[in-house]
């Protein structure tokens, strides 16, 4: 089966501007996240989609970050505006909806704020 | 809240060699664990592991790790490492019923000698 994909795989912006970050998850799958890993650290959540609804946002920078889940399939991540503090790599991960199962992630967007 | 620690942020070892990476957690019951690997510029692929029941758990690519209650630990091993195991690993904890939502470790980067 295809994997989570997750597009652009690089970017590069200046501080302020904005950017987005989409996520396509395995077929199937009811549960979609967003994770971020600043370089040297392990990656930390930032949102989990449950279908189209957000089951926890609660490490989401709300005043900047958002994310959306339109119909429960793809998502989008966006960030405006952009700070250095967020270069980072944003993973998507995805899982079905059953207990006992663990979740698959995407080679994720790796985003440089210079 | 739960958390994990792996103490070591960087290893080294001679190819053929055996390994150890260790990983604790913090958890107020036993929770769902996980090993990942990680390679440059790749996304989390999953190692193993452990939900209930046995408390050694075999994974692919040779990996094991073994549940340890007492020591709120859950170590990975390999009896001898190849050099294509050159890279990051992570280990995370989830919460019984919720194992998607993840909290990860640092990552212990492990570097192997020809």
């Known amino acids: 089966e295809a994997g989570v994909a997750q597009s652009p795989r690089y970017k590069i912006i200046e501080k302020r501007q904005s950017v987005a970050f989409w996520c396509n998850p395995i077929?199937?799958?009811?549960?979609l996240y967003w994770y971020q890993q600043i370089l040297g650290q392990g990656p930390k959540l930032l949102i989990q989609f449950q279908n189209n609804g957000v089951v926890d946002d609660s490490q989401l920078p709300k005043d900047r970050f958002s994310a959306e889940r339109l119909k429960g399939v793809d998502s989008t991540l966006k960030i405006q505006p952009a700070k250095l503090e967020d270069s980072a790599v944003y993973l998507c991960a995805s899982s079905p909806d059953r207990v006992n199962t663990e979740a698959f992630f995407g080679q994720g967007t790796r985003l440089t704020v210079v | 809240a739960q958390s994990v620690t792996q103490p070591d942020i960087h290893i080294t070892v001679s190819e053929g060699a055996s390994l150890e990476l260790r990983c604790n957690y913090s958890?107020?019951?036993?929770?769902?664990l996980f090993w990942y690997v990680q390679s440059p510029g790749q996304g989390l692929q999953l190692l193993l592991k452990?939900?209930?029941?046995?408390?050694l758990v075999q994974g692919i690519k040779g990996f094991e790790a073994e549940f340890k209650r007492s020591q709120s630990s859950f170590n990975l091993r390999k009896p001898s490492v190849h050099w294509s195991d050159a890279a990051e690993y992570f280990c995370?904890?989830?919460?019984?019923?919720?194992?998607?939502?993840?909290?990860f470790g640092s990552g212990t980067q492990l570097t192997v000698l020809p």
């Open positions: 958890y107020g019951a036993t929770p769902y």
């Open positions: 077929s199937g799958h009811a549960t």
């Open positions: 452990y939900f209930s029941g046995d408390t």
């Open positions: 995370a904890v989830g919460a019984p019923g919720s194992a998607r939502q993840l909290t």
